[in-house]
């Protein structure tokens, strides 16, 4: 009558092959296959947060035009200027002339290059500056 335990165990096996090689009188000890679960989840969402971080930085850099361009003595981007939400109006130097170049969400169209060059300024800082159109605000009472 020694196989009256094993019998039973093989009777009431519950689907997991441990339950069978374990005696009757030793205490059930299962292993913790959920926090091996919740660990992956963990390291999953991690890696997921991790991407959209570095995919978020790069849309970031590209949308404030912190991304280095291609730099060439022949074609250079001298301004540029919006003239809509998605338009744009781009002054290069090419060679020794100069060329305007529309820039849409369409595309590029291509304006016909100046005959005259025009000579790029740099805009004076307080003139058009918060700190100065502030000053200005306060001084008219906010009437303008």
Known sequence: MTRA?????LVGLSGTAATAAVPATAPATSAPSGSAFISLVQTSLSLV???AVILGLAWLAKR?????????????VLAD?????KERVVLLKVGSRQALVGVGADGVRGLPLLDTNVEIRPVAEADGSFAARLADALKSGGRK
């Open 81 to 85: 200027v919006a003239v809509g939400p």
């Open 5 to 9: 335990p094993y019998v039973a165990c």
């Open 64 to 76: 404030l035009k912190l991304t280095p361009l291609h730099r060439s003595a022949e074609l250079t």
């Open 49 to 51: 947060f991790v991407l």
